[in-house]
């Protein structure tokens, strides 16, 4: 157990509708890490937080947004979905802002896009 | 845009031999990290290489880095069925635009046989 925690583990929902992903990192972690894995795509970064700013970004499609609140949790949200954004998203999280710090993942969210 | 290449991506190994995973990578970058993913399971962290030359060592597991030849390595020593998994390498700028911001391979599938 890596003591991040994702919710909900599976998702299934219709095409054009919206979902949102929640994530509560490790205890004392600022810093929180969204990543989708997918058949067609592999393992990508999708977007970085540190204690509530946004500190990188990467291949996040502009339908989806992200947020870290106060207590550190975060959401991820996803609108307009495709068929093609079936996949597993995995949040992160490790203890400091910048890079090199070791990252514990959660066991995923999947979401089947139907 | 930051290429990633891991070789093999499929490795079938006997029981007690040594091989080599590589991970090449096509621009400057200063961070690399090796994870596992068992099947159907999330990633786990293995190693963060922050510097060249770096090597690194837990178990049977061995990685090292070489930034001028843009290279980094994750030798298996006397294998056993336990190391059966797929291996990522992701690599991460440090300085440039792209700082934070992760680009991982495809992943090589290594399987340990008796």
């Known amino acids: 157990d890596s003591g991040v925690t994702q919710t909900p583990k599976h998702l299934i929902t219709a095409t054009g509708q919206r979902v949102t992903l929640r994530c509560s990192p490790r205890s004392g972690d600022l810093s929180v890490y969204w990543y989708q894995q997918s058949l067609d795509q592999g393992l990508q970064f999708l977007i970085q937080y540190y204690n509530g700013e946004e500190r990188a970004k990467g291949n996040i499609l502009e339908r989806f947004s992200a947020q870290q609140f106060p207590d550190l949790h975060s959401e991820l949200n996803l609108s307009s979905l495709e068929l093609g954004d079936s996949a597993l998203y995995f949040c992160?999280?490790?203890?400091?802002?910048?890079?090199?710090?070791?990252?514990?993942f959660g066991e995923g969210s999947w979401l089947t896009v139907v | 845009e930051l290429k990633v290449e891991q070789n093999p991506l499929f490795l079938s190994m006997q029981e007690g031999k040594n091989y080599t995973i590589y991970c090449n990578y096509s621009?400057?970058?200063?961070?690399l990290y090796w994870y596992r993913q068992d099947p159907g399971k999330s990633l786990e962290s293995l190693f963060v290489l922050l510097s060249n030359g770096a090597v690194k060592q837990e178990g049977r597991l061995m990685a090292s880095l070489d930034t001028k030849a843009r290279l980094s390595t994750l030798h298996i020593t006397a294998a056993v069925h336990d190391l059966s998994a797929t291996y990522f390498c992701?690599?991460?700028?440090?300085?440039?635009?792209?700082?934070?911001?992760?680009?991982f391979g495809d992943g090589t599938t290594l399987t340990v046989k008796p």
């Open positions: 992701a690599v991460e700028p440090y300085f440039n635009t792209n700082a934070g911001k992760s680009t």
């Open positions: 621009t400057t970058s200063d961070r």
């Open positions: 992160a999280s490790s203890v400091g802002g910048i890079s090199g710090n070791t990252i514990y």
